[in-house]
């Protein structure tokens, strides 16, 4: 079975495990206060170009995204979301759990608008009987987007402005935010993001790390106490050296970028290939993240040696399909699928053969 | 800086780290659904010598504890547990944030008995104004205790025959179980802690994992969708199978309990040496962690060299001090560290010395 | 001002007031523990034609729908509702506040029908990737609906069905049950309702009391400790006695039925008067809620005798508006209004003048 | 059966009533958007002599205390109260379900001081591992407190000294504020209170109203959006016009005061009479409730003609019972329970007669 499932199946990248080899025997404190994580603060500061920035390091992306949201709202409040939001769609009802609203807009390419904002907060803040209503507070969008595809500064721009405008905060989920990145197509760098946030994260479970996500606060409100909240959620690692040092291994040398190009460069052969046999693309992107419509016939036959992610049906006959590589992906693998894609697309008469 | 202030000062045994260095390219599907969950979860069951039980992997204590009473309880119904227990005093409130009170009870060397619960619960069910009261519905104890103290199992059994009378469910957090069960004191092993109780957990976190918590559940309520409640909270590790592979090397060939032998024969050479000083111990026991009360001023000198972790000040004088052994305390730094204690004791005049 | 804004705009009906009179300086104990209490609860399950059943009184409808929905669901899971359910708009996000997702469904003039959730629960329970999703449990209905209409027996039959096929609680929100029993078009009775619900609440507030709404509950799981649930969403009147006292008169001698009588046919002269003059129905129903669409010109000329409801615009140049009628309504200003209607509309050039 | 169990026994004072009946028929917007709860909240900033407050009226004391606190709050605060506080005992774990930890504090005759406060904030803040504790924010006491004593402004202005110099929020629950300021020991106005609190409530269900409570917050950032908080929980009333009313009829012309002066002087017979018959006080106060110490014995015999409320057993031969006197407290009633009580200890051998 080769696994084109998720970017998240192997452990860890080899220079990552190597440090945590290396480290092992130090004795340092637990919770995070040690150098490791105090360094990879530093780091993400850096890299940000600023220094009034709060950084935490948490071990998975549910926990983040409960984290930032619930840490920028009261409780009357509601963050708003793309109805195919992480938030919304996959994390069990957590923010519900938490207390929270999520107001959805309908998205185009997994992105949102700033009109669209702009409209909910007219209609909230013109409606006299809105104590009824939930109040927007927190926009959240991804950054690369749950269909792979990528905000650009402008976008991100318009969309902070409308925020200010309407007193919210912004909060981009960045667990792909490295695919993202290394997108030539890419124009929003980390010095532009930490300028118009109030809070992202840059994501390490599916970019390289055995676990981790790296919190960034820039507002102060919704910065403080945020490591009492971590550990009422049951976030704050005993062992937490870590996560610092994973993330600093991680963002020393580029080392962030370079294995989501390879990622990307993986998933653009493939692209490239499934372009070429007509496959059907139900999104278009530049990154990690692949959304074709095969025909069912096609899957049940692919099933037997590929692990994909499962989308909606299309119709009775065809249906969404997710390939996503990572910085592990193997070039023969890919070559093999792609042998195997065109033999299987002929034999049930699609595609180029068709 | 030679650390006594926890068992989780280091990084992973060095078994585990071999295991996880050795498996790091296979590919797996995620979220624990790997074969390496599913063999350290037989092994669990093996363990506890039955197969009625649902084994699941979390990555910390708060929020195994906070996860295992949540499933436990409904809205107005509320968790027993000492004073001293670690959900009520060193967890931010996770508990209370999710909706639930603690109702403590008054510990000895942080035990409590079968008949102070009865009496608990007699009070609530015997009050026709009880509607105005949360209900008791859970016990919470801890094994080996916050004061490193060992429940014997006729403490046990009557615990678990109170709540079979009162319909309450035993919930025991095993966080240093594994130092416990290492200790000769110790009659309780692991079947009849899962005969007696409905829920409870293997540490992982302060016994040699770089991380790592086992649930183990019996109660088939408790257990319902327990799964989705771990997602829902945050706890559902991307990468599962971390769990999975250092859990299924920690209790191959007994490797559990031959660490947590090591650390309790460490924290037998500290005791020794320190009742030879005649340091006075606030309490007694036969495990990892010890409580002893020390002058402040001979504390202020130890602290340069030494980290404890403080406990409360008895008097305008003498405070309460923790000090931690593991699986990773080397003889030598124990040796030292009995000879800087002797040096500042008689220094002040103190102890052997006076 | 005559306000059609609502059905609760006055007190409480005449009998009702009396009584609350009568009985002022009589002790009781609090809380509800009062014989009056207990006749109503006897008074219901008669109406209902059956024994099994808890019978709570409470203030209002949103904590009424919090309670039903929160003691019917454990965390992880979530209630079906119409996008126009009274839970998911306009109770200030409290079912997610109380930490519950609502998995909204299409609606067609305020109804869902069996289908519709038979589909959901296909797709949460065929899908094995389902922890990552909240898990429908609960099916919240409103009879008469947000648009004054009603489900007939076979509706909310093959709903009832769907949901014992799909281990689902059925919950009818009941603010204006009383409406929808007085039409001619309903055949839905009270011990149909009990028959097919789990929980149901007959509304007070909006159909001539004070306040009060009954909660009727006849599956055991949820009716377990329901008077605890209550007392900690603060919830207990300290006077319940209010609620029984008031609840037994307005059932007495079919009290509830006539007043509701009442309001459907003034409802019913407004109908008849509209539609002569050609103003265009946005739902059709024959409970006490009207939804006509006005030209924003005749509103705004309206509104300065007039109270309405304004619902969502239409285009740039009309806009939805509920009309409401009550026990309360007198028929002169019934007639009032229609002059004032005809008169605006031909000032408009509109309607029968057009 | 004479009920001596409570101070909200009967319906409402005969003038709040009289005001509900003559404005039974008037035609109002709903959610205490009238012009009854305008004057009522206009009358209350007289009393209190300040502008900068807001007022908001609701049903019953449990939601009243929960919106006040969880208003007051974010996730990881805690609120300081004493052991006897309603929060702490009396509602069912509501504050905790709300998320929230109670911090409780020893209490003396049912109040706490300044200087405890300030230990428990000098312990939290000095510890450098406070992120595993709750953040104490809010103090929580009640006026005339939980046993009928009083805070005379001395105390009130200390504990107010600490909040302001410890950051935290001080809440008053006044369920029984007019029973306290109708007592000659008092000297804690309305303005006092108002100048010295963020937020306290001055109670009506236990003062003659059919029920209400009404929250007075100077606190801006605890005042914010209140309104959604009160309906996201359910407490916003739908014809609030009834707590307005009924506010404007107990505060017009000092009728508040008046009938808690007759509660008082009635409980002053009571203990006066006891006193002579050597009755044992548990708690010495000046306001309506009493709680004296009698043999079981005695009260088996009393409990045949008269309901008190219960407390905790003193020994195997006597209990403490609340005997609670309010405005609607008979004299007649009074004197014939001192004839009783007299004959009861007599009979018993003990008392006057011993």
């Known amino acids: 079975m080769i696994r084109f499932d998720s970017d998240y199946g192997e452990g860890a990248h080899p220079k990552i495990l190597e440090k945590l080899n290396e480290t092992n025997m130090v004795q340092t ?27 935490h390091f948490l071990v998975g992306g549910t926990l983040t995204n409960l984290l930032s949201v619930t840490a920028s709202l009261r409780y009357h409040q509601s ?22 609203k999520i107001h959805t807009l309908p998205e185009k390419d997994g992105k949102i608008t700033a009109s669209q904002i702009d409209e909910v907060c007219e209609e909230y ?23 792979g ?16 405008k309407r007193d919210l905060y912004l909060y ?14 890419n124009d929003a760098d980390l010095p ?22 790296a919190i960034i606060i820039k507002n102060r409100e919704i910065a403080k106490d945020f490591r009492s909240l971590i550990k009422q959620r049951g976030g704050l690692l005993a062992k937490g050296r870590l996560l610092g040092i ?22 653009d052969l493939i692209r490239q290939g499934l372009k070429k046999m007509k496959v059907k693309f139900f999104v278009e992107n530049t990154t990690n993240l692949l959304f074709v419509v095969l025909p069912l016939t096609v899957l049940e036959e692919l099933s037997k040696g590929y692990a994909f992610t499962y989308g909606k049906k299309i ?20 070559q093999t699928f792609l042998r195997d894609m065109e033999r299987v697309l002929s034999e049930k008469h699609l595609g180029i053969a068709a």
Not at 30 to 50: F, H, N, P, T, V
Not at 258 to 263: R, Y
């Open 29 to 55: 404190p637990g919770y995070g206060g040690d150098s490791y994580c105090e360094e990879a603060a530093q780091m993400i500061k850096g890299l940000c170009k600023r220094d009034d920035l709060d950084v």
């Open 246 to 267: 994973q993330f600093s291994t991680l963002l020393a040398d580029n080392l962030y970028i370079q294995i989501a190009k390879h990622a990307n460069s993986m998933a």
């Open 172 to 185: 981009i989920d960045g667990a792909r935010l490295g695919y993202g990145m290394a997108s030539e197509e």
């Open 79 to 100: 963050v708003i979301a793309p109805t195919c939001g992480h938030i919304f769609v996959m994390e069990t009802g957590a923010i519900e759990a938490a207390g929270h």
């Open 315 to 334: 119709n009775e006959k065809e249906r969404v399909v997710r390939i996503s590589t990572s910085w592990a992906t193997k070039e023969e693998n890919v």
């Open 149 to 164: 595809t990528l905000y650009k500064k402008a976008e991100i721009a318009a969309i902070a402005e409308v925020c200010r």
């Open 192 to 213: 532009f993001l930490a300028e118009h946030c109030d809070i992202f994260y840059i994501g390490g479970n599916k970019q390289g790390m055995l676990f981790g996500e």
């Open 125 to 147: 803040w013109s409606n006299s009987a809105r104590v009824h209503f939930t109040q927007p507070k927190l926009v959240y969008i991804t950054q690369s987007t749950e269909y």
